[in-house]
C-alpha cells in the first residue's frame, strides 16, 4: 500500500502518509501521529536486515530477513509523544482534531 494524501476539512492540514501498516523496501512502517509536532507520520516499526542469501543471479538481489520490531520514534525529536493513528476513531487530525478524508487531488 502506498502513500494517499489526507487533507482536513476545517483546517487544511494535509499529510501523505499510508494510513496503516505498509510494508516497503526498508521495513514495515505504521502511521502514527505525534502529538508534539502535531503531525501524521509513517514511522518504522520493524526494519529488514539483507541477508547474505542470493535468490537470482547478480550482486544485490538477496533475500530480505525482517529483525526485532523497532521502538518507533519521531523524526524530529526522539523524546516527542507518539502513537498509533487511531483509525478506529475516524481519522482525527492532529492539529485540530476534525475528520481527515483521503484527498481526491494529489
Not at 509536532?37 to 536486515?49: G, H
Not at 533475500?63 to 507518539?82: G, M
Request: proline share 7%.
Amino acid at each position: 500500500m502506498g502513500a494517499q494524501s489526507f487533507k482536513c476539512d476545517q483546517c487544511s492540514y494535509t499529510a501523505s502518509v499510508v494510513g496503516g501498516l505498509s510494508s516497503e523496501f526498508k521495513g514495515d512502517t505504521v502511521t502514527h501521529v505525534c502529538h508534539d509536532c502535531r503531525e501524521l507520520k509513517d514511522l518504522l516499526v520493524r526494519r529488514y536486515e539483507r541477508g547474505a542469501q542470493p535468490i537470482a543471479a547478480g550482486p544485490t538481489l538477496v533475500t530480505p530477513f525482517a529483525s526485532e520490531p523497532t521502538a518507533p520514534t519521531c523524526d524530529r525529536d526522539r523524546n516527542h509523544r507518539i502513537e498509533r493513528w487511531p483509525l478506529d476513531e475516524g481519522n482525527v487530525c492532529p492539529r485540530c482534531g476534525g475528520q481527515m478524508e483521503v484527498s481526491r487531488d494529489g
